[in-house]
């Protein structure tokens, strides 16, 4: 109980880039015009911060491509985005979480899941549930991952687990599983989520969140587009 009651809260982030047209969810266009593939980015965003300010953590760190706007709600700390590729962008928030919280865990999470409930994370990162657990793995659908957490996180070990895995593909997820055996760690299992990349996966995700800003947008836009067309 004592080691329980001593365990330091969580450091929870989310990377992203700010929702600018063109330069994010290109995957939705030319479905939907880059100014509503921004709106949608927007709020998937909004939906995932405002959840993960509902898990307990000591703090929260936004790992931003970009400048924050209105959508950044109170609690969050901005850190703007280091290195070059997503693997090493990644390996770089890790490193910022150990350094502005040493000791403590920390999960990040992208802002493609905006589905996913504040349970789905508080539960396993509890300081009950975290004894024996080094990382914390999130399947993506698509062969990838949407969160990555580590119970010890430092810069060294946070680049030897990222760093030069291929992002973006099919078999990303499998390699850094295969990089968090290698390197001897006991992985939770996070639920297996849907990214939102397409306008399938966008239609799939808001069915799954229907009272979300997300949802709300989407119903929006898709109005908008039907009627452009």
């Given at each position: 109980m004592r080691a329980v009651l001593a365990a330091p809260p969580p450091t929870l982030l989310v990377i992203t880039k700010a929702p600018v047209p063109g330069r994010v969810k290109t995957r939705l266009t030319p479905h939907f015009t880059p100014e509503q593939a921004a709106d949608l980015a927007a709020a998937a965003l909004e939906d995932t911060l405002h959840t993960l300010s509902a898990v307990p953590a000591g703090q929260r760190l936004l790992v931003l491509d970009g400048e924050p706007g209105a959508w950044l709600p109170a609690g969050w700390q901005v850190v703007p985005q280091r290195g070059g590729g997503l693997d090493e962008r990644l390996a770089a928030a890790f490193a910022a979480a150990a350094r502005l919280a040493p000791g403590a865990p920390a999960?990040?999470?992208?802002?493609?899941?905006?589905?996913?409930?504040?349970?789905?994370?508080?539960?396993?990162?509890?300081?009950?549930r975290r004894a024996g657990v080094d990382a914390w793995y999130g399947p993506a659908a698509d062969g990838g991952f949407w969160a990555l957490g580590l119970a010890r996180p430092t810069a060294a070990l946070a680049r030897r687990l990222l760093v030069d895995v291929p992002m973006s593909t099919p078999g990303t997820g499998a390699a850094l599983l295969d990089r968090l055996g290698a390197a001897g760690l006991v992985v939770e299992g996070l639920p297996e989520l849907t990214d939102v990349d397409t306008v399938g996966d966008a239609r799939l995700v808001a069915a799954q969140a229907?009272?979300?800003?997300?949802a709300a947008c989407l119903r929006a836009v898709e109005r908008a587009a039907e009627k452009a067309r």
């Open positions: 999960l990040l999470v992208g802002m493609d899941t905006p589905q996913v409930g504040a349970a789905v994370l508080a539960e396993p990162l509890s300081a009950a229907p009272d979300g800003r997300f």
